[in-house]
């Protein structure tokens, strides 16, 4: 049903666009034979450290938490840089793998804020690095990670464009970090904007969707400011941070 809407939506014939989505014979069929692609699923987790959020930032994550299991919902996280969005979606994101062991969650990213400093970040904060999906990953290790994510082994992944359209067994929570990135924009083949089709496969999937950004996009603005989707705004950088002067 999502890949027969992402077509009727971006004017592009079914075919092509389950082209894009569906694996070729290698990918499903093949063992995982290389070490080197291992990744990490359910058995290798270790609990999630906890973060000292402040107070502003706990009541933000908060409102995300209180979304999750109650169907479809968008929030709009809109921070300014250094507010510690990143910490107050990691918050969720550790709920969510605590409570449950087979929920799993996406977290989108655009190409160039997919950075080592990131996958620190989050090794850091949960113990385990998080299953990787974009064009620089190798065949072997995309094998790996597809299969685990149609097994329903894999309980996160953090990808750029392409990771919308993993076969995810139970996904609880998906996060569009950065979303005003116009490399959201897929111009070659099926031409669509991923933010747009994350928002409509949560709807699909009937799980909420957390926006991030600290200059939203105007869509995403918009519709916050008409209701259609929740705001969480994080006006002051975290540890009493100064805003630099203007």
């Given at each position: 049903?999502?890949?027969?809407?992402?077509?009727?939506y971006?004017?592009t014939?079914?075919?092509?666009?389950?082209?894009?989505i569906?694996?070729n014979?290698?990918?499903?069929?093949?063992?995982?034979?290389?070490?080197k692609?291992?990744?990490?699923?359910?058995a290798?987790?270790?609990?999630?450290?906890?973060?000292a959020?402040?107070d502003t930032?706990?009541?933000a994550?908060?409102r995300?938490?209180?979304?999750i299991?109650?169907?479809?919902s968008?929030t709009?996280?809109?921070?300014?840089?250094?507010?510690?969005?990143?910490?107050?979606?990691?918050?969720?994101?550790?709920?969510?793998?605590?409570?449950s062991?087979?929920?799993?969650t996406?977290?989108?990213l655009?190409?160039i804020?997919?950075?080592?400093?990131?996958?620190?970040?989050f090794?850091?904060?949960?113990?385990?690095?998080?299953?990787?999906?974009n064009s620089?990953?190798?065949?072997?290790?995309k094998?790996?990670t597809?299969?685990?994510?149609a097994r329903?082994?894999?309980?996160v992944?953090?990808?750029a464009r392409s990771a919308?359209?993993l076969?995810?067994?139970?996904l609880?929570l998906?996060?569009?970090?950065?979303?005003?990135?116009?490399?959201?924009k897929?111009?070659?083949?099926?031409?669509y904007?991923?933010r747009?089709?994350?928002?409509?496969?949560?709807?699909?999937e009937?799980?909420?969707?957390v926006?991030?950004s600290?200059?939203?996009s105007?869509e995403?603005?918009?519709?916050s400011?008409?209701?259609?989707?929740?705001e969480?705004?994080?006006?002051?950088?975290?540890?009493?941070?100064?805003?630099?002067?203007?």
């Amino acid at each position: 049903e999502f890949a027969k809407w992402v077509a009727w939506y971006n004017c592009t014939p079914l075919g092509t666009v389950l082209k894009m989505i569906l694996p070729n014979a290698k990918i499903t069929n093949e063992p995982r034979k290389d070490t080197k692609a291992k990744i990490h699923t359910t058995a290798d987790m270790q609990a999630a450290k906890l973060a000292a959020l402040s107070d502003t930032q706990q009541k933000a994550a908060n409102r995300i938490k209180e979304t999750i299991g109650k169907g479809f919902s968008v929030t709009l996280l809109d921070g300014v840089t250094g507010s510690g969005k990143t910490e107050v979606y990691f918050d969720a994101l550790a709920d969510i793998l605590s409570t449950s062991n087979a929920s799993q969650t996406l977290v989108l990213l655009p190409e160039i804020a997919l950075s080592v400093q990131w996958l620190e970040r989050f090794k850091r904060r949960f113990g385990f690095a998080p299953a990787i999906w974009n064009s620089e990953v190798t065949p072997a290790r995309k094998r790996a990670t597809w299969q685990g994510v149609a097994r329903g082994e894999v309980r996160v992944v953090v990808g750029a464009r392409s990771a919308l359209f993993l076969p995810y067994q139970n996904l609880e929570l998906m996060v569009v970090d950065e979303e005003h990135d116009t490399s959201y924009k897929q111009e070659e083949g099926v031409i669509y904007h991923a933010r747009d089709m994350a928002v409509a496969r949560a709807r699909f999937e009937k799980i909420p969707v957390v926006l991030v950004s600290a200059t939203p996009s105007l869509e995403s603005y918009y519709n916050s400011k008409q209701g259609k989707y929740a705001e969480i705004a994080l006006l002051s950088r975290h540890a009493e941070a100064e805003m630099p002067d203007i």
